[in-house]
């Protein structure tokens, strides 16, 4: 079926139809803002908080690093177990 007599197009404006110089000024008076939500601010200052902080724990790795060569690190198998059975393992 062919529809005669309708343009789609019709009433729209083609670049060659609109002035340059009232599209550069129409271009220039119109400014994009973003004002972020209270909750994407908190996202944000997390995000950063989390970046910040190493993934080891220095001190901790070389309290147990001494400990291990001091020869007084002890191992308590029932903690151990405690924690697989706890964690499910």
């Given at each position: 079926?062919?529809?005669?007599?309708?343009?789609?197009?019709?009433?729209?404006a083609r670049p060659s139809?609109?002035?340059?110089?009232?599209?550069?000024?129409?271009?220039?008076?119109?400014?994009?803002?973003?004002?972020?939500?209270?909750?994407?601010?908190?996202?944000?200052?997390?995000?950063?908080?989390?970046?910040?902080?190493?993934?080891?724990?220095a001190d901790r790795v070389?309290?147990?690093?001494?400990?291990?060569?001091?020869?007084?690190?002890?191992?308590?198998?029932?903690?151990?177990?405690?924690?697989?059975?706890?964690?499910?393992?």
């Amino acid at each position: 079926m062919k529809i005669i007599g309708i343009n789609p197009l019709q009433g729209v404006a083609r670049p060659s139809d609109v002035n340059p110089a009232s599209r550069k000024k129409a271009v220039q008076s119109e400014t994009d803002s973003y004002l972020p939500s209270r909750k994407a601010l908190e996202v944000s200052v997390a995000r950063k908080a989390y970046k910040a902080t190493p993934d080891v724990n220095a001190d901790r790795v070389a309290s147990l690093k001494a400990q291990i060569e001091a020869g007084t690190y002890e191992i308590s198998p029932w903690d151990i177990a405690s924690k697989m059975v706890d964690a499910k393992i």
